[in-house]
């Protein structure tokens, strides 16, 4: 019989919100008070994220991002700059146990293995998409998905972003670049190198219905039960200690 | 004096930095990226080790640090950070 797993449904939530519910997980299930679980979610209002080792200050144009009420946050995994557009992408966390037989020990490896919840996901609305190390998924040469990983405590927290709407324009509104004069350049060639799951399909599909076919793909690729649940109590009131101290103070997201 | 370098590795993965050198003595240090590193507070902690160090010994102090705590660099390598360091402190030699 396979395995049980918590399932958290889609939601749209806060940015703070969104990081600290992920590292809340993490904690729990160290703890071990909470199953191994996917969660689902959205972003609201938009945000961007930059990895562990990032400098906002470096990678993010921080007058237009304040202008424009875009969050800025810093994750607790590595990886690059993300913008996470309120309409436009999907994202999903997954928390289990380092030593569940399910992942490989190589982190490199177990990208791969975890990967393919999304890809076979995507596979269930037509699309054909394969994993490329060290961390995206990328179909018909471009790239829609990009994924992070923290071991903490014995756990594996990995998050992803699904872009099912993408508009690099308005990427670059928010990214800082290097050499303005060739701007145009740039996003011209990340358009040529960057996609989402309607681009694809020339269909409208809702970040909802990927969601759905999130969990479906995540069961397709580990064989695993999810039982619809919510956070704990004790999740909550980390949650919430995480939310207020540690991703909405800027002296975590302006810490490097 | 601040010293700043960044470099684009092989791969396509970032890393920058900024560092303050007085009298060959490296005063502060902070590395900046894309990469991943894991345990991700090994980052800081060889930060903090470097800092007071002589210029000159902050490379192999890099490399065996990254060897001795068993750290897992993904897209970049350990010499990476050396690297990087040497560029930032060019104008001093």
Request: proline share 2%; glycine share 4%; hydrophobic share 40%.
């Amino acid at each position: 019989m396979n395995k049980e797993w918590r399932l958290i449904p889609f939601t749209s939530n806060n940015p703070n919100v969104n990081m600290a519910i992920d590292e809340a997980i993490m904690i729990a299930r160290s703890k071990n008070i909470v199953p191994n679980t996917l969660r689902l979610y959205s972003w609201k209002p938009s945000a961007v994220s930059i990895g562990i080792f990032q400098n906002v200050e470096d990678e993010i144009n921080l007058d237009y991002v304040n202008k424009s009420s875009i969050e800025v946050i810093r994750r607790i995994t590595g990886g690059g700059t993300v913008y996470h557009d309120e309409f436009g992408e999907v994202t999903y966390s997954i928390i289990l146990k380092e030593n569940d037989p399910i992942v490989p020990t190589s982190i490199l490896e177990s990208y791969d293995v975890l990967c393919q919840g999304v890809i076979n996901g995507l596979k269930r609305i037509g699309l054909d998409c394969k994993f490329i190390p060290i961390n995206d998924i990328i179909v018909n040469n471009k790239k829609i998905s990009g994924n992070a990983q923290t071991r903490r405590n014995h756990v594996i927290l990995q998050h992803g972003t699904i872009l099912v709407n993408v508009n690099v324009e308005k990427m670059f509104d928010v990214l800082k670049v290097s050499d303005e004069k060739i701007k145009d350049k740039i996003i011209s060639s990340v358009q040529e190198r960057v996609t989402s799951v309607n681009n694809e399909i020339n269909n409208n599909v809702s970040l909802k219905e990927v969601a759905s076919v999130m969990k479906d793909g995540f069961n397709d690729a580990l064989k695993v039960n999810f039982i619809d649940g919510q956070l704990t109590n004790e999740e909550v009131i980390l949650m919430k200690e995480l939310s207020k101290n540690k991703y909405n103070n800027d002296k975590w997201t302006f810490s490097r | 004096m601040i010293c700043n370098a960044e470099n684009k590795i092989k791969g396509g993965k970032l890393i920058r930095i900024k560092c303050e050198i007085k009298e060959d003595i490296l005063n502060k240090i902070k590395f900046s990226g894309d990469f991943f590193l894991h345990p991700e507070e090994k980052l800081n902690e060889l930060e903090d080790l470097l800092q007071g160090m002589k210029i000159n010994e902050i490379n192999t102090n890099i490399i065996n640090f990254f060897r001795k705590n068993n750290v897992i660099l993904l897209g970049i390598k350990e010499d990476d950070f050396a690297n990087i360091f040497e560029s930032a402190i060019k104008e001093l030699k």
